[in-house]
């Protein structure tokens, strides 16, 4: 025992690190039960139809990414999958970004920008632009992020208001995040929003949800985990989880050897 409690910690660095990269490359699967918030949001994407459009608002910072970007990631890949078009926009400077790799992707994928899906790029003002876009999307976005104008593209055929979606998903590290959603377009367009924030936003959004002003709703990495499970397309997220489930098994672990070692010893001094 006395050898276990004088263990070189490089030795325990190391294995936490095995014990976290190897879910990371080779995913084990760990079962986990998908929340109400997460099943719900899952059905209101499933239930589009090919050719219907949704909105997807990408609003994280790249602080908050890796919370939020796996939520956005499975719920595109399942758009896109069921054909539903997809346009995306952005209230915060870097989501921009996230919402161009996204597009990359899906061109990866073969699909054909302006008909399947579009990214109309950034606007500044948070909940005014968000009000203006509301009700007038071409005169807030007379140009998409590529410098198309926006009226003649394919996908923004019928599309005018944001009541003109048949779905809505917004997708938050702060400030703008549902709460802005709600006050601008749910309460006066009445289409369906959904969204996905960071850990700690869960709960403070719950009540929008248990009020049904938002269908459904995604709360950090392990909701991104669980719409993948949904999807029954485990991914990035669900590794993560395993990755971040055995990362505590082996903390955990280490405390409980560690604390076996300093007993032992304890009892033996206290015989000597």
Known sequence: MRALG??????????????VLYPLMRPL?????VSDWTLNFYKAV???QAGETMLMSIDYSVS?????????????????????????????????EFANQMV?????????????????????????AISAFAQDILKVYPKDARGNVTADLPIMKGIKTAGDFKLITEFATGIPGPAEWIRQVQTRYKVPIACGV????????EPYYQSGQLVGLLSGLRSAAEYEVAMKMPGAATAA????????????????????????????????
Request: hydrophobic share 50%.
């Open 198 to 205: 960071v850990t700690v936003m869960g709960p403070q959004n």
């Open 104 to 128: 990359a992707a899906a061109e990866k994928d073969g699909l054909k920008y302006g008909e399947d899906f579009a990214n109309l790029g950034f606007v500044p003002g948070v909940e005014v």
């Open 64 to 96: 908050g990414g890796p919370d939020v970007h796996p939520q956005a990631l499975a719920v595109v890949k399942h758009a896109l999958g069921k054909k539903v078009k997809v346009v995306f926009v952005a209230f915060v400077t870097e989501g921009v």
């Open 6 to 19: 004088n263990v070189d910690r490089r030795i325990l660095y190391v294995v936490l690190i095995l014990a």
């Open 241 to 272: 989880m395993d990755a971040q489930s055995m990362g505590h098994v082996a903390i955990v672990l280490f405390v409980v050897l560690g604390n076996i070692a300093y007993l032992s010893e304890k009892g033996k001094k206290g015989r000597r």
């Open 46 to 48: 499933d239930k589009l």
């Open 29 to 33: 699967g760990l079962p986990f039960r």
